[in-house]
């Protein structure tokens, strides 16, 4: 029986294994600070608190590899982490969180946005959304910003223990429904970084892109 508390107990025999390598590599508050650009890459995206770190912590079976918070704006940074050479998830600081000061939330978001549109290892985009509020306006223009570079993008509804199991399903037909229509080719599943719920899809998705 596994422990839904403990990420390794979820990832044992699963696609994740090769996740479970994965080691923090740097922070990066400048543009000039990023790794070369010529590996391959994934980055977390989504509001603050929609628990990017917390996916990016199970899908790699390391319960502290990047730190998570009750309150919103923990990740302040774009911090990357390494799967094997030229390989990298990163973890993205959280957008819409209006008690972090003005002149931060400015330069992360110019920061984020000149990554999300300039960055050639990026080959896709995890964007997390709660599964109680999905596709915020911000989520939206995220969203605009792939389909103008042609970046692609797989939807995580997170928190999906938060909701029934007929909730979450609704929640997920109807995001997929308006992707359909407003961003074609973005696909979507639920998550739950607390039951472990989802892993095994996600993790597929990321071997696509990483292309393992
Ligand atoms: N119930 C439940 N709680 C979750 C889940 N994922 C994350 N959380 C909680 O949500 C809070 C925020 O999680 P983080 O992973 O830090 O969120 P984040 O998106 O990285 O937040 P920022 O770094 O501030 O942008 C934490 O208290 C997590 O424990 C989930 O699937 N289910
Ligand atoms: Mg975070």
Redesign the pocket.
């Known amino acids: 029986m596994r422990n839904p508390s403990d990420p390794s107990s979820i990832q044992s025999g699963s696609a994740a294994h090769r996740y479970r390598a994965a080691r923090f590599s740097n922070s990066v508050n400048a543009f000039s600070q990023l790794p070369p650009d010529t590996g391959r890459e994934v980055a977390f995206a989504?509001r603050?608190?929609?628990?990017?770190?917390?996916?990016l912590n199970l899908l790699t079976g390391q319960r502290g590899l990047a730190r998570?918070?009750?309150t919103?704006?923990?990740?302040q940074l774009l911090n990357f982490f390494l799967v094997e050479p030229q390989r990298f998830l990163v973890d993205l600081?959280?957008y819409g969180?209006a008690r972090v000061p003005e002149p931060i939330r400015q330069h992360w978001r110019v920061l984020v946005e000149r990554y999300l549109r300039e960055r050639a290892s990026l080959r896709g985009l995890l964007l997390?959304m709660d599964v109680r509020h999905p596709l915020t306006e911000l989520d939206r223009q995220l969203l605009d910003g792939c389909a103008a570079r042609r970046l692609a993008a797989h939807v995580l509804l997170?928190?999906?223990?938060?909701l029934s199991r007929a909730r979450a399903a609704l929640a997920l037909r109807q995001l997929r429904g308006t992707l359909g229509t407003d961003f074609p080719g973005v696909t979507a599943q639920l998550?739950?970084?607390?039951s472990g719920a989802g892993v095994a899809e996600a993790c597929s998705r990321l071997d696509q892109w990483l292309d393992f």
């Open positions: 989504g603050s608190n929609a628990g990017k770190s917390s996916a998570t918070s009750k919103p704006g923990r990740t600081p959280g969180y997390l997170t928190k999906a223990d938060k998550f739950s970084a607390l």
